[in-house]
């Protein structure tokens, strides 16, 4: 009798053991604590806002948004963990309105009940409509659940306003090369949930490669190490070794033939190829980097800044051009998308240049940071103000022909010039009407 309970513990923890292994390992080494997450310092550093308030138990609803694989979830899970809250989870794209319905009575009875105050982590919100985001206002007005919203999109623009304004937003940024490289190790050394309990040797090129080629994502950068891990046969020494040839087959991404200083020179040479309105360098060290391995959308925008700061309004067509280039590389892809990329690049080299967009900007965002005058005409505020002096009223430009003198700027900025055409392509065209800018 003791010998078949002895073996049912036995077969139970196996099946447990099983069980937890067909877990994907990203989900496996998932962080439960701020000491394991790696990461969005700008965020959750110990004097930031989002780590004072999850540590006082004092994080309302909000909004994380930031690229795959950068945390988002990871840190609503941890919140729950820190303020000891019920744990609740639905994808916008698979949930509708009775599912949120049901989640909200069943906080309602156990904060009522407990005392226990329910998360509610909802993934892809912006995919959710207006109608069902509505339905969620009175419930997080309330107070009844956490409402914690990840999106890879920006909420400002894909949401609806009146969610967006009852939340904090919290902006991620992709992981840099050293915390995927630290995720990695921390699961190839864990022998609990990670890769530690197999006879391991990883080349440091192998795990500079998979940060890379992970571009940020440290979910996709753990599955594709554990791929290499599990299909990788035992050498004579009975280890598994995980090489930079055996990491590119596992993340699909060829390892880049130049090293870092090299890419950004190439880069660099690219860019002032074009400022250079030289085609044949720009076409040149565009194809050394896509043949190099580097990802064509790095070049395109690339393309769509410099047609901006180094050709604008000289020629915007180049600025058109460029972005449809880029939408051609995300839609297309290589080898066909390389078709319209270069396109691009030969109409931005031999278009005319100016760089006074750049100077604008430059001009306009210091006289922004330093000055800060909020004077605003009265006629120019959204609700007008009516002066005796009819000369103070707004003046409608199209009741003259569409162009009539009057002070649009506060009193102190009210002689500034930002943008100033340059004599090159269409700007030389242009007439500036306003007074004191001819």
């Not at 921390?186 to 990883?202: D, F, I």
């Not at 055996?246 to 190829?273: G, H, N, P």
């Not at 020629?315 to 297309?332: F, G, P, Q, R, T």
């Not at 005319?352 to 967009?357: A, L, M, Y």
Request: charged share 25%; aromatic share 8%.
């Amino acid at each position: 009798m003791l010998y078949y309970i002895i073996m049912k513990i036995k077969l139970q923890k196996q099946n447990e053991f099983n069980l937890n292994k067909s877990v994907p390992l990203a989900e496996r080494m998932r962080p439960s604590n701020f000491n394991e997450f790696v990461g969005q310092e700008h965020i959750i550093g110990k004097n930031c806002l989002l780590r004072r308030a999850i540590e006082a138990n004092q994080l309302g609803s909000c909004i994380f948004y930031g690229p795959p694989g950068s945390g988002k979830t990871t840190l609503a899970h941890i919140v729950t963990n820190v303020m000891k809250g019920e744990f609740k989870k639905l994808s916008a794209v698979t949930s509708g309105v009775a599912d949120v319905k049901a989640i909200i009575q069943e906080a309602l009875a156990s904060k009522q009940m407990y005392g226990v105050q329910t998360f509610l982590l909802l993934d892809e919100c912006h995919r959710w409509s207006k109608a069902q985001s509505d339905y969620l206002l009175s419930a997080i007005e309330k107070g009844e659940i956490v409402f914690i919203g990840a999106t890879t999109e920006n909420p400002f623009t894909s949401m609806t306003r009146a969610i967006v304004s009852r939340c904090r937003i919290f902006e991620f940024k992709s992981l840099d090369d050293r915390d995927v490289i630290s995720a990695l190790k921390n699961a190839l050394n864990n022998k609990e949930k990670g890769l530690g309990s197999y006879p391991l040797e990883v080349d440091e090129s192998a795990l500079k490669h998979f940060a890379w080629a992970s571009s940020g994502d440290v979910r996709m950068a753990l599955n594709a190490i554990e791929l290499a891990v599990l299909t990788t046969p035992f050498n004579k020494d009975k280890k598994i070794v995980i090489t930079k040839e055996i990491a590119e087959q596992s993340i699909q991404k060829k390892a880049l033939s130049i090293d870092e200083t090299q890419y950004y020179d190439m880069l660099s040479a690219f860019c002032k190829s074009i400022r250079g309105s030289d085609t044949e360098a720009a076409l040149y060290y565009s194809q050394r980097m896509l043949i190099a391995g580097i990802d064509p959308l790095v070049i395109a925008r690339r393309l769509v800044a410099h047609s901006s700061e180094d050709i604008g309004m000289a020629d915007s067509n180049a600025l058109l051009l460029s972005v449809s280039a880029m939408h051609a590389i995300e839609k297309m892809g290589a080898p066909e998308g390389i078709i319209p990329l270069t396109h691009a690049i030969i109409y931005a080299c031999e278009a005319e240049k100016s760089n006074s967009v750049v100077v604008a900007l430059n001009y306009a965002k210091d006289d922004a940071q330093n000055i800060k005058d909020d004077n605003i005409p009265d006629y120019l505020k959204n609700h007008q103000v009516l002066n005796r002096n009819a000369n103070s009223r707004y003046k409608y430009p199209h009741d003259f022909d569409g162009y009539v003198e009057q002070q649009y700027m506060p009193n102190s900025l009210k002689d500034r010039v930002y943008y100033k055409p340059s004599k090159n392509g269409k700007e030389k065209t242009l007439i500036r009407k306003k007074f004191g800018k001819m």
